[in-house]
């Protein structure tokens, strides 16, 4: 991982699952990334819902967006 790549974590499916009741919103209403994406690791496969946490440069908050791994 590059230090300025956000970093990319992979949710637990209990995770996945809550995350997806909490937004009231199906696997298929996230954004995708691409699962041959440099980024991932080697054990993501598709439908895997991956959290990305990228820094505000202006108010230095951490700002948190969710994507799901497609083909």
Do not use: F, W
């Amino acid at each position: 991982m590059h230090v300025l790549e956000p970093k990319h974590i992979k949710l637990k499916s209990e995770e996945s699952e809550k995350l997806l009741k909490d937004l009231n919103i199906s696997l298929t209403q996230l954004p995708k990334i691409k699962v041959d994406d440099a980024v991932l690791s080697e054990d993501c496969k598709v439908s895997d819902v991956i959290k990305i946490e990228r820094k505000d440069s202006e108010t230095g908050k951490t700002i948190i967006y969710y994507r799901v791994v497609a083909v």
